[in-house]
């Protein structure tokens, strides 16, 4: 592995950006090569869940042979805002005429949620179009048998589309706990509170069950409703979930779900805060001792710096961002696994990650410091030099080479967050409110639009 001082040495990063930074000039390359990698998709993989940028191929994401078109429904509140509105109705016109969801097969229940209702959902916010609210009620209340198979309101892990057929009781915080926003929008749209009651019953359960110290293990059963590990965890098998408590809050009004946020945080930043040569980190704790488990922490645990500065910890927040700025400085992009010990690489490859941008657009929000708009144009710039394939962007195979070595898949996540995080931050955006914006895990926008 190159060490961590040669990639520090090597002069190919886009560096700090400095004052005179053009932001409506960045915003407007964001845009245009947005634009650009949607015109591939069109071509290349038009209809299908995730296309291959290197190879120009496809592949589905959900129910192998049956695409749900999800980079495309991921994509279309992006569209909108950055004004590209005939590529938005290109994308709109697809669902109305294409997308069904009566497939027999089975699709994983919290995916299909953040990211198929909470992207049809925001369409139809942005649009008004009804029939985008009418396949969004008609997936959900698919997915809603998923939540009525368990004694406990657990949702399964994955249901049948067509028959209701629930599989994999063996789930997690994520996974149970990530409904609350998409549901609850949903059946404000629709008249329906059922939705909002059952994401939140969910919830409830696993928040009864915390230990002494506050805690929740990371996984649990559907079926018993007990914890089935010791593992407490801020990323992996969790990190939605905390989010969608303080999400709850402010787009509901709902102060039993701001208390279980700020309950939450602070036994977080208690009992499973480390420190290691100064730096702040959050690895896996015993969720009853607090003492640590392992000495990983993921980069999808970045977002947790945006959530302390929204729930008013903002000091916190700062000190846990800087540890992976820190990272996006030495590796350029940041690993996809870190070791808090030695702050190396875990693993060598990457997904494409938005996580960090998304801390940043929080804390910027808070108040408009340009810093976190530098740093995320530094994440940018890495990424259009790293990840740019002959027909869209795609994660990479190894962080370590130089050049970067490349892999063949562009995650729809992709579409959906980073990119519209960049748009937020370096745009002026004309089609958001950014006093009352609200965002999803999966970025869709559930409050905000100005139309």
């Known amino acids: 592995m190159i060490s961590a001082a040669a990639i520090?040495?090597?002069?190919?990063?886009?560096?700090?950006?400095?004052?005179?930074?053009?932001?409506?000039?960045?915003?407007?390359?964001?845009?245009?090569?947005f634009q650009w990698a949607w015109r591939n998709y069109r071509q290349k993989a038009w209809g299908r869940d995730e296309i291959n940028p290197v190879s120009g191929t496809a592949q589905s994401f959900f129910i192998e042979g049956h695409d749900l078109g999800l980079s495309l429904v991921e994509a279309l509140d992006t569209l909108w805002m950055m004004e590209l509105d005939e590529e938005f109705q290109q994308g709109v016109d697809w669902v109305k005429s294409s997308l069904d969801f009566d497939i027999d097969g089975e699709s994983q229940v919290f995916e299909t949620n953040i990211r198929l209702v909470g992207g049809l959902v925001s369409a139809h916010l942005a649009c008004g179009d009804p029939v985008l609210l009418e396949k969004a009620k008609d997936l959900a209340d698919r997915l809603m048998k998923a939540f009525a198979a368990s004694p406990h309101g657990l949702p399964y892990r994955y249901v049948n589309l067509k028959t209701g057929a629930v599989r994999d009781p063996e789930t997690n915080l994520a996974e149970i706990g990530t409904y609350a926003t998409e549901f609850g929008v949903l059946g404000q749209l629709v008249g329906d509170d059922r939705y909002y009651a059952a994401a939140k019953r969910a919830m409830k359960h696993a928040l009864d069950r915390r230990s002494n110290l506050g805690l929740m293990a990371a996984n649990i059963h559907a079926e018993t409703?007990?914890?089935?590990?010791?593992?407490?965890?801020?990323?992996?098998?969790?990190?939605?979930?905390?989010?969608?408590?303080?999400?709850?809050?402010?787009?509901?009004?709902?102060?039993?779900?701001?208390?279980?946020?700020?309950?939450?945080?602070?036994?977080i930043l208690k009992h499973q805060a480390k420190r290691y040569d100064g730096r702040l980190w959050f690895p896996m704790v015993d969720f009853e001792t607090g003492e640590a488990t392992g000495a990983a922490q993921t980069e999808l645990g970045a977002y947790l710096a945006g959530l302390l500065g929204q729930v008013g910890k903002r000091a916190e927040g700062d000190d846990f961002l800087a540890s992976y700025t820190e990272m996006q400085q030495v590796w350029a992009i940041i690993p996809e696994s870190i070791d808090v010990t030695t702050r190396q690489p875990r693993t060598k490859r990457t997904g494409?990650?938005?996580?960090?941008?998304?801390?940043?657009?929080?804390?910027?929000?808070?108040?408009?410091?340009?810093?976190?708009?530098?740093?995320?144009?530094?994440?940018?710039?890495?990424?259009?030099?790293?990840?740019?394939?002959?027909?869209?962007?795609?994660?990479?195979?190894?962080?370590?080479?130089?050049?970067?070595?490349?892999?063949d898949n562009c995650p729809g996540y992709w579409w959906s967050e980073q990119m519209k995080y960049y748009w937020l931050l370096f745009s002026d955006c004309r089609r958001v409110d950014y006093s009352r914006l609200q965002l999803s895990t999966e970025a869709n926008v559930l409050r905000g639009f100005v139309r």
């Open 8 to 33: 520090a040495a090597t002069p190919v990063w886009a560096g700090q950006v400095g004052n005179g930074e053009d932001w409506a000039a960045l915003a407007q390359d964001v845009r245009s090569e």
């Open 352 to 407: 494409l990650r938005p996580e960090y941008p998304d801390a940043c657009l929080n804390l910027w929000l808070g108040d408009r410091d340009d810093r976190y708009r530098a740093l995320s144009a530094v994440h940018y710039r890495n990424m259009k030099t790293t990840s740019r394939a002959a027909y869209g962007y795609t994660a990479l195979a190894d962080i370590t080479t130089r050049p970067m070595t490349q892999g």
């Open 225 to 267: 409703g007990e914890f089935t590990s010791r593992n407490a965890s801020i990323d992996v098998y969790a990190d939605s979930f905390y989010e969608y408590l303080w999400d709850s809050w402010e787009l509901f009004g709902d102060a039993e779900m701001k208390a279980w946020a700020e309950q939450t945080m602070g036994a």
